[in-house]
């Protein structure tokens, strides 16, 4: 626009001194007023042409010049968006960008408390899954965080990949984590019992189920001893455990994750996790270690066994009075007593055949030795990985006391409505734990019930 608007003042001028000139000729005729007024009038048309044309010099190799920035700068972009990639660098997406590869939020994979899951094809073409966790509450907040100070900087085979976020442009809207699509879904439909109308899902055979096992804990052993801080999961469970194309374990789901530097021996943190997976220490308000992790590990692998809730409700008949809690792990320990381990495994590998019974007795030993009640006696992830590959015996674990059946075995109907909180007490500390104040443990006792 300012090229067109200069032409055209400049050929306005010229037009202007030619008319002058004209004009001089008839008036002055050829006297010497008349040649310098043309003189004049010539040489300042030479100048308007010398501009004009120097100008036009200068666009076009300030165009040139602009043409390649600009392509040195997409160049520049794509590149560093490469290297980013390569380097494993969270990528930052604009909200539109996550809109149209999800559809405008359309294909749900899963939903939490403060958080749901989307299915996204990305611009060139690769498949992600979006978590939207909605920051309007404090908890979506320290979520995000948590999970990017976790994942961020870590790589590792059987850790889920963290390739962007995004934060909403408006104040208290919600913000995106984008992470590599896990096409077999959780673990959970895969050695739980399939729910009607879930896609996804089967039953996993034993051989793929324990290099489940070992995968889980290379990335437990990762979390705890390879990274420069400490990183606590502190939420495993089969629901956060994915499974790639090949059936390898994937771990997943940092949200509630805890950073630890390595001098430090526990972190002081609110009880926050899954009923059925979380370590007695943290429940009775002791803080939170790596052996919080090791405890939920060996609840799981029990899960990966039996292919069942390590705590359910049973239903006797239709009577609801008759509803009691059922807990797993006290029955595999029965029945590891007994010798008949075989009648705890999953009944449709039992049906289908091909397990290896020493590998299923070295995972209930490694289990057991998992969750025992005294944080000291756990092994670490490192060791746990050593007795899974057999590189390592596995000695037989002490018995174990599992305070928290007491809790899950009370029968609220049968007791006097004055003694009940007293006797639920009494019943949730152990001999060791005598000295435990009792508001921890009505914290204990209701993060146990707690939904899932």
């Known amino acids: 626009m300012e090229d067109k608007k200069a032409n055209i003042i400049a050929a306005s001028a010229v037009i202007a001194l030619i008319i002058l000139i004209i004009l001089a000729r008839v008036s002055l005729k050829l006297s010497r007023t008349f040649f310098l007024i043309t003189g004049a009038d010539i040489a300042v048309i030479l100048a308007v042409f010398s501009c004009v044309i120097i100008r036009r010099r200068y666009n076009r190799r300030r165009k040139l010049l602009e043409t390649r920035l600009v392509s040195e700068g997409r160049e520049l972009r794509i590149e560093y968006s490469f290297l980013r990639k390569v380097a494993g660098v969270p990528i930052k997406f604009r909200s539109k960008e996550l809109e149209d590869a999800t559809d405008n939020f359309q294909a749900l994979l899963g939903k939490g408390a403060s958080a749901s899951v989307f299915k996204g094809i990305l611009t060139d073409g690769t498949s992600v899954a979006v978590k939207r966790i909605e920051s309007g509450e404090e908890r979506g907040e320290k979520e995000f965080k948590s999970e990017v100070a976790a994942i961020a900087s870590v790589q590792h085979v059987n850790l889920v990949r963290l390739l962007g976020y995004c934060i909403a442009p408006a104040p208290g809207g919600p913000r995106y984590l984008v992470y590599e699509f896990i096409p077999n879904g959780s673990l959970d439909h895969w050695i739980f019992t399939r729910k009607s ?99 939920s590990y060996g609840m799981v692998l029990l899960e990966i066994i039996g292919g069942r809730r390590n705590v359910c409700l049973v239903e006797h008949g239709n009577d609801n009075s008759k509803k009691k809690w059922e807990y797993f792990p006290k029955i595999v320990n029965e029945k590891l007593k007994e010798g008949k381990l075989m009648e705890i495994v999953d009944h449709r590998l039992v049906e289908g055949g091909g397990i290896d019974e020493r590998q299923m007795r070295r995972l209930v030993y490694v289990a057991f030795w998992c969750i025992q009640e005294s944080s000291r006696l756990r092994p670490s992830m490192a060791r746990v990985v050593e007795m899974l590959e057999g590189r390592v015996a596995v000695e037989v674990p002490p018995d174990t006391q599992m305070i928290i059946v007491d809790l899950l075995s009370i029968d609220e109907d049968q007791q006097p409505e004055g003694n009940h909180e007293r006797k639920r007490t009494a019943k949730l500390v152990s001999p060791t734990d005598r000295n435990v104040p009792t508001s921890s443990i009505g914290s204990y006792s209701m993060s146990v019930v707690s939904g899932r």
């Open 197 to 295: 109308g879930n896609r996804l899902g089967g039953c996993l055979s034993w051989d793929l189920r324990y290099r489940v096992a070992i995968d889980v804990a290379r990335a437990l052993s990762y979390l705890h001893q390879d990274c420069r801080s400490r990183i606590l999961h502190l939420d495993v469970k089969p629901e956060n455990i994915l499974l790639d194309e090949n059936y390898r374990a994937i771990v997943a789901d940092f949200g509630l994750s805890k950073l630890m530097h390595k001098d430090e021996s526990r972190v002081v943190t609110n009880i926050r996790g899954t009923r059925g997976y979380l370590a007695p220490e943290w429940l009775l308000e002791r803080g939170v270690s790596e052996k919080c992790d090791i405890y």
